[in-house]
């Protein structure tokens, strides 16, 4: 039964979509459907598509009561808006449905867990969220909550959990059908930890152990948890609040942190071996994966930064994206990604140079657009005088432009958005130390109208960043600080429904 709040929710959705022209959307990246989008959740795949839901506010391009957007897709590219799947309509998430995931139940019916949000008066006063985990269940499009909700509450704590920071449920099945679920939790000091549920049928959980703890590593609350087995290892993904940096691996504030290690399933015991950040760019947060039909583990991330995102004007129709999904592996004991090889079908023209060598600034027929796919490969001309900078700039005019640059005597990769048309002290810059070898880096860099993913040396590391730059500044050009040798390979994307 769809309750008067969900209704009304679908109802003003399928109203106001209408009046966003599609040209003011990114082409393939998932952008909110009306309003406010964050966190992916329950990414999956269900009845022969791919469902992504998002954390929602229909109502107002700013947070607000969350709902769950919902958009299928056969490609991972092109996504169709469904009708909202859930909203805060029942006595345990009267305050909020929040992040969480889905599986699929014997009976061929769709499971969906999350964290419902009940705002609580404490003994001292003050209110507070309580977060519990809820589940609902349904066919692909109409869902029902369990009449058993919350099926984890604070009762199901370990003593130093915290019942205020306990959330981001993300469930998988294993092998002999049984289910296993992480959830994001903290102690009352709001130091991270990661707890670790069973379940024989996915609706009666129990407590089995924290399967990581931060012990005051990175940052403090431990956010949207994702554990997985890959390329012989355990990984770990998850979102660290209130970061401090170390070096060029973390950055301040809400960052990404992808721990690598050995899991024995026998007693779920996780050995951490190597941690980094997941990406490196400025806008990128609370990943979730999914193992594909030909079993691919894809990633996807919400492209926004906390600490920037409720800067944008009230009466913006939209706000908020999704990244790329990224097909992930382990290379040398390190986390690699890539766009999903499906984006290769939305190839268009091609426009190859090569052997191009330059100093200062020089533009190549051709290359040039907001959709675009495009490769580079950079040298020094000289090996024995290696360049001291190179740069791409892109979505540019006579007045705006960003930049990807890179120096080679540093190996310091950064983006930089501060000419994009921002009129906030915003985060504009982001640096990563990368490896190179005497001044050879290869860089693949995606553009889509709204957004910027680069992805270096095949994958080693990603950095992400949204402009908002007018969409008449479609120029690209080049800059070497030293004689630099390039070859450029662009295709323009060419996004139809020819293509899914």
Request: hydrophobic share 35%; glycine share 8%; with cysteine.
């Amino acid at each position: 039964m769809v309750s008067q709040t969900l209704r009304d929710a679908r109802k003003y959705e399928e109203a106001m979509e209408k009046k966003i022209d599609s040209e003011n959307r990114p082409g393939f990246h998932l952008a909110a459907r009306v309003g406010w989008m964050n966190d992916p959740n329950g990414f999956s795949y269900y009845k022969g598509e791919y469902h992504l839901f998002y954390q929602y506010n229909p109502y107002d391009s700013h947070w607000g009561p969350m709902h769950w957007g919902h958009a299928v897709s056969k490609d991972l590219l092109h996504w169709e808006y469904l009708p909202a799947a859930l909203a805060p309509d029942a006595e345990f998430d009267r305050d909020g449905c929040f992040s969480g995931s889905a599986a699929v139940l014997p009976d061929g019916r769709q499971l969906l867990i999350y964290t419902g949000v009940v705002r609580e008066t404490q003994p001292d006063g003050s209110m507070r969220d309580v977060q519990t985990q809820c589940l609902a269940v349904g066919d692909g499009v109409d869902y029902e909550k369990y009449a058993g909700n919350p099926v984890l509450t604070k009762e199901d704590l370990p003593d130093n959990g915290s019942k205020f920071d306990f959330r981001d449920p993300k469930i998988w099945k294993t092998a002999d059908g049984t289910y296993r679920c992480v959830v994001g939790n903290c102690t009352p000091e709001r130091d991270g930890q990661i707890l670790l549920f069973s379940s024989v049928d996915g609706f009666s959980w129990k407590y089995e152990k924290i399967l990581a703890a931060n012990n005051k590593r990175y940052g403090m609350m431990w956010e949207c948890p994702d554990f997985f087995e890959l390329d012989g290892k355990g990984v770990l993904l998850t979102s660290p609040m209130d970061m401090l940096p170390q070096g060029f691996e973390y950055h301040n504030g809400n960052g990404t942190l992808c721990l690598i290690g050995s899991y024995d399933k026998d007693s779920d015991t996780f050995t951490e071996e190597h941690n980094q950040a997941i990406d490196y760019g400025i806008d990128f947060y609370a990943t979730q994966t999914l193992l594909t039909p030909d079993g691919r583990r894809v990633m996807i991330g919400w492209m926004q930064n906390w600490d920037t995102c409720n800067l944008h004007a009230p009466d913006q129709p939209w706000f908020g994206q999704m990244s790329l999904p990224r097909e992930l592996s382990i290379r040398d004991g390190r986390l690699y990604q890539n766009p999903v090889r499906e984006l290769e079908n939305l190839r268009g023209e091609e426009v190859r140079h090569e052997n191009v060598t330059f100093h200062d600034v020089i533009k190549l027929a051709g290359v040039e657009g907001r959709k675009v796919d495009m490769e580079l490969t950079l040298r020094p001309a000289d090996p024995k005088n290696i360049y001291h900078k190179f740069a791409v700039r892109f979505a540019q005019n006579d007045t705006y432009h960003t930049s990807v640059s890179f120096r080679p005597h540093e190996s310091i990769v950064k983006i930089d958005r501060k000419f994009s048309g921002s009129r906030r002290a915003i985060i504009h810059q982001r640096r990563c130390q990368v490896h190179n070898k005497n001044g050879n880096i290869k860089m693949r860099i995606i553009l889509d109208r709204f957004s910027v993913e680069v992805f270096v040396n095949d994958g080693e590391y990603v950095l992400s960043a949204t402009l908002y730059t007018d969409l008449a500044a479609e120029g690209i050009s080049f800059f070497a600080d030293g004689d630099v040798t390039m070859d450029v390979v662009k295709y323009a994307l060419s996004f139809t429904q020819e293509n899914a």
